[in-house]
C-alpha cells in the first residue's frame, strides 16, 4: 500500500469516527443545518487565515470552534433558529469570498486553495498532519462520550433535563464546539461542502435502524468509518474517482439502504415516532443522569 | 459612478439582479415562513450539479440548473415531514450527495478552477442579454404560480391541520410551492451562484418578517429589500475593489442584524 493511501485510512478512520459520533447527536438534535453551517464557517476560516499569511489549519480551528460555541449560545434553548444560521452563515460566504479575493490579489494560487477546503485533500496528508487528525479526532470523540448522557437527556427532554439539574445550555455550547471540532477535522478529509455526507448520512441510516442510543450511537461511528474505508477502496481501484466524492456516495448509499424500507412504506403508514419509547426510558432514568452530571 | 450605464455587462447585471432580486424576495418570504430554509440551501447546492453535468455533456447550463432544481424539489418533498430529526437528516444527506457528485462533474469536466468557482460564486457581471430574457420568463412563471396559490399557501404554511381540515391540499401544495422554490433558486443560482443564493433568499425575507406580520405588505417589503441590496451591492462593487458576492451579503447582513437589534420579534 502506498504511503499516502495509508495516512489518507489513518485520518479517515478517526475522522469518521468523530463525526459518527458527534453526528448522531447532531440528527437527534435535528442541528443538522448548524453542522452545514459550520462547514462554511470552516471555508471561510481557511481562507481568512490564507489571506492573513497564517496557516489554513489554524484559521478552520479556530473559525469553527468558535462559531459552534457561539451557535450553541445564542439562541434560547441554544437551538439557533434556521433563520439565524441561514442568515448567518450566508454572509460567512460573502466572507469567503472576499477573503479569495484579497488572496488571489496578494499572489496566492487563486482557486486551488478555494477547491482543496471545499473539496479536502485526504490522500494528500503529511505524517504530522495525520497525527494532528489522530489526536483531534480522539478529542472530539472523548469529549461527546464524556457528555453522551446528560447531552442524550437534553436533547430528548430539556425541561426535564433541567429540572434534574443538568445544565442545558452549557451542554449545548460544549456539543457545538465539539461538532465545530468535527467539521474543522472533516474539512481535511472530504472538504467544507461535503461534511454533511459524514455527519447526516451515516448518523441518519443509525437513526433508521435503531431508536437504542447507545447502540445508534455504536452504529453512526462504525458506519461512518466503513464509509471511508469503503471510499478509499473504490479510490484505489478507481483511480479517476475523487475521493472525497466516493467517501460521500458510500456514505449516502447506506443511508439510503436504511430507509428503503421506511421508503417505500411511506405510502401506507402514518409516520411513526422511533424517540416515544427512549424519551419515556430517558425520562425513567432521570434521576440517575443528574447523578451522573452532579458528579462531573 | 455616471458610467455605470455606459457599460453593457453593468446594465445586464442590473436587469438580471433586479429579476433574480423580486422572485427571491417573494420565493424567500414563504420559505422563511414555511421555516424550509434548510430545504432552500439544499435546492440552492443542487443547481451547482446540474449546471456541471449539464456543461460536462454539453447541453446549456439552464438545462442543467433548471432540471437538477426540480428533480430536488421532487426529492425533498418525498421527505416527510413529521420527525425533525429524520427529516433533517435526509436533507442533508441529499445535500452531500448533489455536493459530491458535482465535484465528480467538475473534475471530469476540464478547466476544473475556473468553472467551479463561477458555478459556487457566480457570474455577476457576465450575464448576457440572452440569460436575461430567460430569467424573465422564469420569474414570470415564479410569480403567477405563487400569486395564483398564495391563500391556500398561506393558510396551510400558517396551520397545515386546520387547512387540511377546511379541505386545502397541503401536500399538493407542498410540493407546488417547492417545485417553485426550485425555479426560483435555480434562476437567482445562476446570477449569483450556488453559494450566495441565500443571501437574496433568507436575509430580505427575514428583515421583512421582523418589520411587519401582514402578509402582502411582507412579501412587498421582502422583494423591496432583496432589490435594495442587490442594486447597492452592485453599485458598491462597481465604485470598491470588493467582490460583487461580498457586498450583496454584507449589505443584507447588515440590515437584518440592525433590524434584529433594533426590533423586538412582531
Not at chain 2, 191 to 218: D, H, N
Request: with cysteine; proline share 4%; net charge positive.
Amino acid at each position: 500500500m502506498q504511503e499516502f493511501m495509508r495516512n489518507a485510512l489513518v485520518a479517515g478512520t478517526f475522522v469518521g469516527l468523530a463525526a459518527g459520533l458527534a453526528g448522531w447527536f447532531v440528527v437527534l438534535r435535528a442541528q443538522v443545518f448548524a453542522g452545514d453551517a459550520l462547514g462554511h464557517v470552516a471555508f471561510t476560516g481557511a481562507l481568512g487565515a490564507a489571506a492573513a499569511g497564517i496557516d489554513a489549519r489554524a484559521g478552520i480551528f479556530a473559525a469553527t470552534i468558535l462559531a459552534g460555541a457561539a451557535l450553541g449560545g445564542l439562541g434560547e434553548r441554544a437551538r439557533a433558529d434556521d433563520v439565524v444560521i441561514g442568515s448567518l452563515f450566508a454572509w460567512t460566504l460573502g466572507l469567503g469570498v472576499l477573503f479569495l479575493s484579497i488572496f488571489a490579489r496578494s499572489g496566492g494560487a487563486n482557486g486551488a486553495e478555494a477547491v482543496r477546503v471545499l473539496f479536502g485533500t485526504i490522500l494528500g496528508l503529511s505524517a504530522a498532519e495525520v497525527r494532528a487528525a489522530v489526536a483531534l479526532g480522539l478529542l472530539a470523540c472523548a469529549l461527546v462520550l464524556a457528555i453522551a448522557r446528560p447531552l442524550l437527556l437534553a436533547s430528548l427532554d430539556p425541561s426535564v433535563a433541567a429540572a434534574r439539574g443538568v445544565r442545558v445550555r452549557l451542554l449545548d455550547v460544549l456539543f457545538l464546539a465539539a461538532v465545530g471540532l468535527v467539521a474543522a477535522e472533516a474539512t481535511q478529509a472530504v472538504g467544507a461542502l461535503l461534511l454533511l455526507g459524514l455527519l447526516a448520512a451515516p448518523a441518519g441510516a443509525a437513526h433508521r435502524l435503531t431508536a437504542r442510543p447507545y447502540l445508534g450511537l455504536a452504529l453512526s461511528g462504525g458506519i461512518a468509518v466503513g464509509s471511508v474505508w469503503l471510499g478509499l477502496a473504490l479510490v484505489a481501484c478507481v483511480p479517476a474517482l475523487p475521493p472525497s466524492t466516493a467517501i460521500v456516495a458510500v456514505a449516502v448509499s447506506a443511508y439510503l439502504a436504511a430507509a428503503a424500507p421506511a421508503l417505500l412504506a411511506v405510502a401506507r403508514r402514518p409516520p411513526r415516532r422511533p424517540y416515544a419509547a427512549s424519551a419515556a426510558r430517558a425520562r425513567a432514568n432521570a434521576s440517575t443522569a443528574s447523578e451522573t452530571s452532579a458528579g462531573e | 459612478m455616471a458610467g455605470l450605464f455606459h457599460y453593457p455587462f453593468m446594465v445586464h447585471a442590473l436587469e438580471a439582479g433586479t429579476i433574480v432580486a423580486v422572485v427571491a424576495g417573494v420565493a424567500g418570504w414563504f420559505m422563511v415562513l414555511r421555516r424550509q430554509t434548510f430545504a432552500g440551501h439544499t435546492l440552492a447546492l443542487i443547481a451547482f450539479p446540474g449546471a456541471a453535468a449539464a456543461a460536462l455533456a454539453g447541453l446549456p447550463l439552464e438545462l442543467g440548473y433548471f432540471g437538477s432544481c426540480g428533480l430536488g424539489a421532487l426529492a425533498l418533498a418525498g421527505v416527510r415531514p413529521g420527525n425533525r430529526s429524520l427529516e433533517s437528516a435526509a436533507t442533508g444527506s441529499l445535500q452531500a450527495l448533489a455536493l459530491a457528485l458535482g465535484y465528480l462533474f467538475v473534475d471530469r469536466y476540464h478547466g476544473l478552477l475556473s468553472g467551479l468557482d463561477s458555478l459556487l460564486f457566480g457570474t455577476f457581471l457576465g450575464v448576457t442579454s440572452g440569460q436575461v430574457v430567460v430569467l424573465l420568463g422564469v420569474a414570470g412563471v415564479a410569480l403567477a404560480l405563487l400569486s395564483a396559490a398564495w391563500r391556500p399557501l398561506l393558510f396551510a404554511s400558517i396551520d397545515p391541520a386546520a387547512a387540511r381540515a377546511r379541505g386545502v391540499p397541503v401536500r399538493l401544495l407542498g410540493l407546488g410551492f417547492l417545485l417553485v422554490l426550485g425555479l426560483a433558486v435555480a434562476a437567482t443560482s445562476e446570477i449569483t451562484g450556488a453559494l450566495l443564493v441565500f443571501a437574496l433568499l433568507v436575509m430580505p425575507a427575514a428583515t421583512a418578517q421582523r418589520l411587519t406580520t401582514r402578509p402582502a405588505l411582507g412579501i412587498a417589503l421582502s422583494a423591496a429589500i432583496a432589490l435594495a441590496v442587490t442594486w447597492g451591492g452592485l453599485v458598491l462593487a462597481y465604485s470598491t475593489v470588493y467582490p460583487v458576492g461580498f457586498c450583496v451579503t454584507s449589505l443584507a447582513f447588515g440590515l437584518y442584524v440592525t433590524v434584529r437589534l433594533a426590533r423586538r420579534p412582531c
